[in-house]
């Protein structure tokens, strides 16, 4: 007969508690809020997922952390980017990213929310994904145009791309 140390039940017991002292303390996981990802490009799609997030902040315990990210698509082609200085590129895309995260930003401070608001350049299904990686996303909720399936395919949409590549669960708001 196996000591009670091996057993299951003794096992998961142990795990969630700790002795201090002689008495045994219950102790309660804390998990960090939820990291939440919207992905803003400044139109009505995105501004719905946003509306969503703010008008169901109580289905949290805890308010979610709401991170921002705004994906600029690269300017013209290689050759083109070549023949500019990356000083311009980037105040290019720096200036584009503010005029999209700064209302998105301002509208969850005043719901009294810190949010974090990011930029990349690129594919934006790619950088989503990669950034919803690297970043320990718990969630990624997008703004869908609401195309049938058949349009959806024809016109290669980001959140469709999303969905299909991304690891992490992906809710679309229409």
Not at 39 to 49: E, H, L, M, N, Q
Not at 138 to 156: E, K, N, R, Y
Request: aromatic share 10%.
């Amino acid at each position: 007969m196996g000591t009670p140390w091996s057993c299951w039940y003794w096992r998961y017991w142990r795990r969630k508690t700790l002795k201090v002292k002689g008495r045994f303390v219950i102790i309660r996981y804390m998990k960090p809020p939820l990291r939440l990802l919207l992905p803003i490009d400044g139109s009505v799609f995105t501004k719905r997922a946003l509306d969503f997030v703010l008008n169901r902040l109580e289905w949290w315990r805890e308010a979610p952390l709401c991170v921002l990210l705004h994906v600029e698509s690269a300017v013209g082609t290689a050759l083109a980017r070549s023949y500019l200085a990356r000083e311009v590129l980037d105040s290019y895309y720096a200036e584009q990213s503010e005029a999209v995260l700064a209302p998105a930003s301002e509208s969850l401070r005043r719901a009294g929310l810190q949010p974090e608001a990011y930029r990349r350049h690129g594919d934006a299904a790619a950088q989503i994904v990669k950034f919803a990686g690297e970043h320990a996303v718990d969630l990624i909720m997008m703004g869908s145009h609401g195309h049938t399936a058949l349009s959806g395919m024809a016109l290669g949409s980001v959140t469709t791309k999303v969905i299909a590549s991304s690891s992490m669960p992906v809710l679309i708001v229409r």
